[in-house]
């Protein structure tokens, strides 16, 4: 079993900074490709930036510039650094995990995610 801890959304003014972090635990052999995606209500979950675990980075347009994403690969952590936060940043923020575990005798990958945790930019 694993899990998936964010912490870190919360209000925030336009102009702004919040920093985000996803801790996972459990059951882990390792860690591939760690992200954030965000979904505001009415529409689809959206990739914001996803990070591999030698550090190569991916960023939605609409926050290139802005946001950072890095890992701590020893504490299996994930971290979102968004500054100059706009209205439209306005969403909950999932993280996500393809993680390798140890099914009997078997390495398995799967897709593990988050519960959210809202981020909110008043103008």
């Known amino acids: 079993q694993v899990q998936l801890v964010e912490s870190g959304g919360g209000l925030v003014q336009a102009g702004g900074s919040l920093r985000l972090s996803c801790a996972a635990s459990g059951s882990i052999f390792s860690i591939n490709a760690m992200g954030w995606y965000r979904q505001a209500p009415g529409k689809q979950r959206e990739l914001v930036a996803a990070?591999?675990?030698?550090?190569?980075?991916n960023y939605a347009d609409s926050v290139k510039g802005r946001f950072t994403i890095s890992r701590d690969n020893a504490k299996n952590t994930v971290y979102l650094q968004m500054n100059s936060l706009k209205p439209e940043d306005t969403a909950v923020y999932y993280c996500?995990?393809?993680?390798?575990?140890?099914?009997?005798?078997?390495?398995?990958?799967?897709?593990?995610w988050g519960q959210g945790t809202q981020v909110t930019v008043s103008s």
């Open positions: 996500n995990a393809e993680v390798k575990v140890v099914v009997t005798t078997t390495l398995k990958e799967y897709d593990y």
């Open positions: 990070i591999t675990s030698g550090g190569s980075t």
